[in-house]
């Protein structure tokens, strides 16, 4: 076994799925918060304007913000080095174009963060989690417009320069290639068609308009800001380590008919490459460019003046997401998994979550060792894994759950064994270290935390926090590091 010593182990949340304090604090709505539950079958719904009588997940979520003392001390007993997290924007730039951040926003992120120092723990700080402040969605497009560039580039500069003392490791997107699917259009850039915005009726998420012309244009344009955030980050701190944050999952070709291998390889060029390539090597990759015009896009929109600032603006390190593998296949009449988020055909061979998540610890090694060849020397850090199930609480408030113990063993392991292989592995972050709300479904029913919070997708719960068995096999985990997977 054979991390390094000084290994960053440690767990990972979104300020959207864990803060609540909606409106506490002078914080102003976030695209986060105006979608409702859903549920592994049922698609999240997304409200025009927020309404009285419904129940928003992330408006109070896990209460972290009240909690969060109680929180991180529960992690430095589990001995995390680092805690990612994320700035909830809209708690700094209400309203996105304010002429001033909102003082009590950043001093309740100090106050967080000082936190986590207190026990050693470096903070690991995501700049936009799918929250982007609504009046920005509402007002100005999202990311398709160009002034949403400089509005985020100001955001990003006040953090720098506020936290530059207290966090050495930034994410400027979380999973910035979902908005390469349809949608990624609302969470990932914040942009809903004029048609969508002005009704008054909630729209399922799944029939959202999608615009691919302006999705892509909006993606280019987070390239951009991405890559004038770490000029400026640099110029701040030249010891920040910036990093891009891709969802990565891993395609597998159903059948060795070439047809299907073919069909896989650009699945893996397009949803997972291709970001990862202009934000690491700062360059929009020819093939993913003959992609987009071959299906109708119009890519003028990458001027040579972008392109001279994405080669500037490269990051520091590869930062990603990894859950599962899917397979991909030409048949039209090959089974698919039935998962949320993103679809994929059935693995014969894999196993899947109660959410229909094939669970791949061998994949996740594939995936380091691909990354780490095709950005050699660029650091890696793994920095969401983790199972999301349906706990039970037994009588005595333990929960046993073992299968999430199953999951993380075998995906340690197979970190462990790249490593030995030469992969350049720094970090890793187990997503949802607390129970959270869950991005796809918005429920507190999936849960993937260490840590138990008594809340509940019919809004009853109080907000009381238990360890889990795998709280204390973290630990183990930890203080072993990585040494002790029993
Ligand atoms: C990632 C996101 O896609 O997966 C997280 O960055 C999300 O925000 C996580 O919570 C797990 O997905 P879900 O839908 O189970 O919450």
Redesign the pocket.
Known sequence: MSFPSNFLWGGAV?AN?CEGGYLEGGKGLSDADMLLGGSHTAPRTFCPHIMEDKFYPSHNAIDFYHHYKEDIKMFAEMGFKTFRTSINWARIFPNGDDSMPNEEGLAFYDSMFDECLKYDIEPLVTLC??EIPWAITSKYGGFTNRKTIDLYLRYATVCFERYKNKVKYWLTF??INGATEPLGQYNGIGYVTPKDLAGNEPIPNNHLEDDPQKRFEGLHNEFVASAKAVIEGHKINPDFMIGCMI?HITWYPLTCNPLDELAAQEKDLMFNDFCGDVQVLGVYNPLAVAYLKNHGIDTSFITDEDQAILRAGTVDMYTF?Y?MSNCVSVDPNAPDIGGN?IGGLKNPYLKASDWGWQIDPEGLKWTLKKIASRYPGVPLMVV?NGF?AADKVEDDGSVHDDYRIDYFRSHIKAMSEAIDEGVPLIAYTT??CIDVV????GEFH?RYGFIYVDRHDDGTGDFSRSKKDSFYWYKKVIESNGEDLD
């Open positions: 979104a799925q989690h799918y979380n999973e969802c997401s859950y988020l969401e999301g997503w949802g869950s991005a796809g479904t999936k």
